[in-house]
Each structure stands twice: as C-alpha cells, then as structure tokens.
C-alpha cells in the first residue's frame, strides 16, 4: 500500500502563495482521488477555509489540545490524502513541536509520509527556516517551492540544492481573476474551452507537477 | 547484578514538588536498563508510586519500626538490588534521623551499602531551606539536589547571589535537572495510571493496546529522555553498581 500523504504548506513570511498553493494542491488531489482533508491553520492571512470550505477545516497548534486534535488526526494511514496551510505565525510552534514528539519517526512507523513544502523568500528569516527544516527533514520530503511571483528568480544559492517546485508567476490581472472566493482552478479547466488560454497552461503545468511530485512518492516508497 | 545492595530515598519536606513524579522516572529508568528494583511507597495508606507500578511496590509506613525492618532488613535478602523509597512529604527529614538512629548511615558510611538520595525541589525559597537540614544527614551518601520544574520559573537563576546561596554551597552536592512535561500530557498519564514507559509505548495497565494521543505520548518520550540523560550524565546505573548494556531495552 502507497503511504497516505500530508502536504504541509509552509513559511515564516506571510503573502509568500502558501493559501494559494493549499488551494491549487486541493483542488488537484480532490479532482484526481476524489477526496482530501484541509487543515487551515491561518489567524492572519486569507484563508483556505474561505476558498474551499467543502475540504477544510480550521486547526490550531498553540495549545496542546489543538495539537492533539491535528496531529492525532494526521498521522493515521487511512488512505486519505491531507493538505495543511500553515500560517506563518505558527511555523516555530508547529515545527518545533514535530521535532518533540517525533513526528517523521512515527509517520514511517504508520505508513505516512510527510511531504513539506517550504515556500521560498530570499529574506533572512526565510533562510533560518530553511536550515532548521533542512537538519529536521529528510531531504527527499522536503521541497522547496519557487514562487516566481515572490522570488522574482532570485532563489537563495542554500535553496537551489533540494527539490523545487516551480510556480509560474501569473500577470496581475489573472491574479485578481483567482483570488476571488468563487474561484475553482478545477472548475476553470472545465469550463473554458480554449486550452491555449495562459490561466488555462498555468493551472495545467501545476497540476502535471503536483502528478509527478506524487509518483516521486510513490517510487521512493516501493 | 549489584555487588552491594543500594538504597534511594527520593523525598522532601515541603509538598507538591514532584517527588512521586521523580520516582516513577527512577523506576522506569532502571526498568529500561535492564536493573532488578524494587520500591517502597510511604504514602501511607493509600499510595500514589504504587498506582503507577503496582508490581514492584509496597506501601509502608516508615514511621512505624515494623516497616522499617520490612525495608532495611531485607535489603541482602531480597534478589533486587535497588530499592527505591518515595518519602512522603514532610516525612525527609525524620526518615534520614531514623536512618542515622538505626545506623544505616554509618553503615553507607562504610560502604556496606550504596545510597543515594534524591531530594526533590521545587522553585520556592521554602523548598531551598531544606538543603541546609538535609546536608547534615549526607556523610556517606551520594547527594542529589533535583530542580523539578513543575512550572517555569527558573529556580532563581535571574539572582546569583540567590540561586548560590543554595545550590553551590554544598560541596559534595551534585544538582540534576528535570525539565516540565506538558501539562494535559502529565494529566493523561495521570489518567491511564501505567509508567511513563508504557504510556510511550501505548499500553495500558496490563500490557494491552491503548489508544493515547500520538501527540502527548511524544511529548512524554520526549520529556522521558531530557530525563534520563540527566541519569545517565550522573552514571546512575554504576551509582548502584549494575553495568549499563549499550543499549536499553526501550531503545531495542
């Protein structure tokens, strides 16, 4: 059996595209298995919750009850794969707690496999971060997403070594397009017919790369 | 196997600082590394160490002679070779003048037998006021000022001059550390009333599966090996005579 996976989206800067790419890996997983599970860990950003309110659910990580409630959950092999938005003001408590309790050892004791997904600035703070997930997180787990939108191609030399998942930067007036609330990348690719359409190739291209992120998966499990 | 018997007495005057916590961790340490140990609860009569190990404790009360002999005098009789004693609170300082009156401490003085004490504090100038009396007892014995943080507050350590006045001061004194555990994880061990070590591995009273949260079990593994690091800084296992195996049997 493949290991059930959970995709934490993950910086300690805020307005880097990590809603944006919960939303993007949502809708791919929910279009391709039929089911996921999202965890919206979010107080200050826009939130998953409010893009896609059929899949996700709000979570908290400062209190140990609300620890208990993600983690206990996350960690079974049920088959179901899990999206976590992780808000930038809780990505010291959440990383520092997986490294307490000893996270990634039980993941590959039950047959989850964590796949972090650290979205990229070329700030300091962003750099500290990387290095701590880089001693925390085995390399082939964790992947370093290049958002043109915010990296502008200036990706750190210390970051430029992992696995990168590039996300095209999209012309500001799509991004007003899909930042409204009714917006579904799936339903677009539905219901437009022209596939030449830029918005049309960008949502395609993430989702062929979400595709192979997950056969790499596969493949590193069998 | 020890070549001498050893006792330790794990206690304090003031209560609430942790001392039945102390000894569970002592219980599962020389659980883990393979130590054949028996233990003695003062709680006297209900007992709060033998919830928790039910097998290996007794529940005795030490102001009494008839368990004192139940103690002392099968200390070469009995096959294990670690005794454990959780004194009550506010039972320390008379249990160590029974064992001065009964001379126990002379013989630990000659060294017939190893003992260790583990007093317990907690961050509160009450609690610290004990070493000074307790020191008096201490010829003889291995001497051990736990700071237990039960809270955070950091024992005095913002006020040198303070935390010296105590913890400096007694010269064959060694001080050990034992960090705070989660609180809902301290509770929910509480709840399922096993070791620590069994909570971390997810059993219940009888060895049977249980369903304790992932979250808190990591929290106590966690905790449970800042601790016995500090066990192991000390060499407690040579403490009491057992050669430590390179690897303990819940590292297997």
Not at chain 1, 10 to 30: D, H, N
Request: include cysteine.
């Amino acid at each position: 059996m493949p290991a059930t996976p959970i995709y934490i989206i993950c910086s300690p800067r805020p307005q880097v595209g990590k809603t944006l790419l919960a939303r993007l890996l949502g809708e791919f997983l929910l279009l391709k298995n039929g089911r996921v599970t999202a965890f919206d860990i979010n107080f200050k950003e826009p939130s998953l919750l409010d893009y896609l309110p059929g899949i996700t659910e709000t979570a908290d990580v400062i209190g140990t009850y609300g620890k208990m409630q993600l983690m206990d959950r996350i960690i079974l092999d049920d088959g179901l794969s899990k999206v976590i938005d992780l808000g930038f003001h809780a990505f010291d408590e959440f990383f520092k707690m997986t490294e307490e309790i000893g996270f990634l050892k039980e993941a590959v004791r039950r047959n989850v496999a964590p796949i972090v997904l650290f979205v990229a600035d070329t700030d300091r703070v962003s750099s500290r971060a990387h290095e701590m997930l880089r001693q925390q997180i085995p390399s082939s787990h964790l992947i370093i997403v290049d958002n043109e939108f915010v990296v502008r191609g200036e990706l750190l030399p210390s970051m430029l070594h992992g696995r990168i998942l590039r996300i095209a930067a999209l012309p500001t007036f799509l991004k007003t397009y899909i930042d409204r609330l009714t917006f579904s990348f799936t339903g677009y690719l539905r219901q437009e017919q022209d596939s030449s359409t830029e918005l049309h190739q960008w949502i395609r291209r993430n989702y062929y790369a979400f595709r192979d992120l997950e056969l790499k998966l596969i493949l590193q499990g069998s | 196997m020890a070549a001498k018997p050893a006792v330790i007495v794990v206690g304090a005057d003031k209560g609430g600082v942790g001392k039945t916590t102390v000894s569970r961790t002592l219980l599962d340490y020389f659980s883990a590394n393979n130590v054949p140990t028996r233990s003695f609860d003062t709680e006297s009569p209900r007992g709060t160490l033998k919830r928790f190990h039910p097998d290996i404790t007794e529940i005795v009360d030490m102001t009494v002679t008839a368990d004192q002999m139940k103690i002392f005098d099968t200390l070469n009789a009995v096959s294990p070779s670690v005794t454990v004693i959780d004194v009550r609170a506010g039972l320390l300082s008379r249990a160590l003048a029974s064992l001065r009156d009964i001379g126990f401490l002379d013989a630990a003085k000659g060294g017939q037998i190893t003992f260790a004490v583990f007093h317990i504090l907690g961050p509160s100038i009450a609690s610290l006021d004990e070493i000074a009396e307790t020191a008096n007892f201490m010829s003889g014995a291995k001497y051990f000022l736990v700071k237990n943080f039960i809270n955070d507050t950091p024992f005095f350590q913002w006020d040198q001059a303070t935390y010296n006045s105590y913890f400096n001061r007694i010269k064959d004194a060694t001080d050990l550390t034992i960090p705070k555990l989660n609180e809902m994880a301290y509770e929910q061990v509480e709840v399922a009333s096993v070791p620590f070590l069994k909570f971390v591995a997810n059993k219940g009273p009888h060895d049977e599966a249980a369903n304790y949260s992932f979250v808190l079990r990591g929290y106590v593994r966690h905790w449970l090996a800042n601790v016995w690091s500090e066990f192991d800084r000390i060499k407690l296992t040579d403490i009491v005579g057992s050669a430590k195996p390179s690897v303990r049997s819940s590292e297997k």
